[in-house]
């Protein structure tokens, strides 16, 4: 019996490294391969919002890793409720999307901050690989995985 730790299972894909992130758009350093995984999540973490600040995420999808030439990605729920600085500090959301809704390779993220700099960071992780386990495809970032034993 394989018994598959949840280390092994997830794949950190990309990422938005902490930021203070300014009025614009911001995309991850890389996207989900979907031929290598069936799901794809982005989870937002969004620290305290500027005076007045909102933030936007949607689901992307593009045939380069870089999401270069990023196209929204077509369907329901492939995009966040708006969050506003008036609904508090500290807060996450995810997105998530299966390979078979897609029509390109890479699954990405459009992070939008408007009126004023918000503390964000970002994490893209693949889930239900083709070829196990998963976390072999992890990012170059990854420093370390310890699971308790």
Sequence with gaps: MYTEQLT??????????????GAGSVKPNAGIDMQKFRRGTWILDV???????T????????????????TDLAG????????????GNNRLVSLEARADQMTKRYLGVLV????????????????EAVEKPGNLNDTGSVAQRNVAS
């Design 112 to 127: 939008t901050v408007g009126t004023a700099a918000t503390l964000i960071s970002l994490i893209g992780l693949g889930g």
């Design 8 to 21: 092994q299972a997830l794949s950190i894909q990309g990422k938005i490294d902490p930021v203070s992130q």
């Design 76 to 87: 329901n729920n492939v995009s966040i409720t708006q969050l506003i600085a008036g609904g």
């Design 55 to 70: 933030v936007d995420m949607k689901l992307q999808e593009d045939n380069n890793q870089n999401l270069s030439t990023a």
């Design 47 to 53: 620290g305290a919002f500027g005076a007045s600040a």
